[in-house]
């Protein structure tokens, strides 16, 4: 995991496209944390620990940790104490709180590096344009829990939208595989969220991919993998678990 600053594994954004790239990178991190990986986020949120800041990290990551320590510090850090409200809330009113102050922490973050490279007026609204075009992680979240809300009043249902293969490995368009998914199960259509960008399922045209280790679904261009790409893969992993494996190896080997 990069250190607390988020800066110690890769150098500052330089240009409009690389702080994109670092806020889309984070987005993804924070969307996870708050989704997907809600269960593990709300254990280390311990409010008999300090005060605790989540940390999204270009590379898609997250971390739960203490503040940095420099004052003022290196970069915008999130807010801190979000552990203590955690038992004092509803739950899901203290993750959208959280949501809600991780968007200002994204922000703050794009524009610290939007200021650091003394971005004139027209480039700072083609970055916001950019960042807009996202989701913001509240409605990430929000869209999530409502999804859940709704799939636990509807049991033994295992459908799901975006389909990447059929069992004997072909791979198909999500259109195609929507009218087999309507055959197999009429009771629940699950709208599934990318585990990249935290973006709901919409287009029955786009390409999407299942990881065969995390179960979470990908849009093809978020994970770089094509239809045809994917005919030839008989286990995907997705970055996210290749990069965990990575960091299980060098932890044993010693080797970075």
């Given at each position: ?9 890769s ?14 990178g984070?987005?993804?991190g924070?969307?996870r ?6 269960d ?105 829990l409502?999804?859940q809300d ?34 197999e ?39 770089s ?23 299980q ?8």
């Open positions: 995991m990069e250190a607390a600053s988020g800066s110690s594994s150098r500052n954004p330089t240009t409009i496209e690389e702080i994109f790239r670092d806020y889309k984070r987005h993804a924070l969307v944390a708050l989704t997907h990986d809600v593990t986020f709300f254990a280390h949120c311990d409010p008999d620990k300090d005060n605790l800041c989540l940390y999204g990290y270009p590379n898609g990551s997250w971390e739960v940790t203490l503040p940095t320590e420099n004052v003022p510090s290196d970069i915008p850090d999130p807010p801190l104490g979000i552990n203590f409200a955690r038992d004092d809330m509803d739950r899901k009113d203290w993750l959208f709180a959280v949501a809600i102050h991780s968007d200002s922490w994204l922000i703050s973050m794009a524009f610290f590096y939007a200021s650091w490279l003394s971005l004139n007026a027209a480039d700072r609204d083609r970055l916001f344009t950019l960042i807009n075009d996202l989701p913001t992680v509240y409605e990430a979240v929000r869209e999530w409502a999804v709704k799939s636990s009043e509807v049991s033994g249902s295992k459908s799901r939208i975006p389909l990447k293969r059929s069992r004997d490995g072909q791979s198909k368009s999500t259109s195609n595989m929507l009218e087999e998914s309507d055959a199960n009429e009771e629940e259509h699950k709208v599934t969220l990318c585990g990249s960008c935290g973006e709901a399922y919409y287009n029955g045209d786009e390409f999407w991919i299942a990881c065969d280790f995390c179960q979470l679904w990908y849009h093809g261009k978020c994970v993998v094509t239809p045809t790409m994917a005919e030839k893969i008989d286990t995907y992993k997705c970055p996210f678990c290749t990069q965990k494996r990575t960091k190896y060098s932890a044993v080997t010693g080797w970075i």
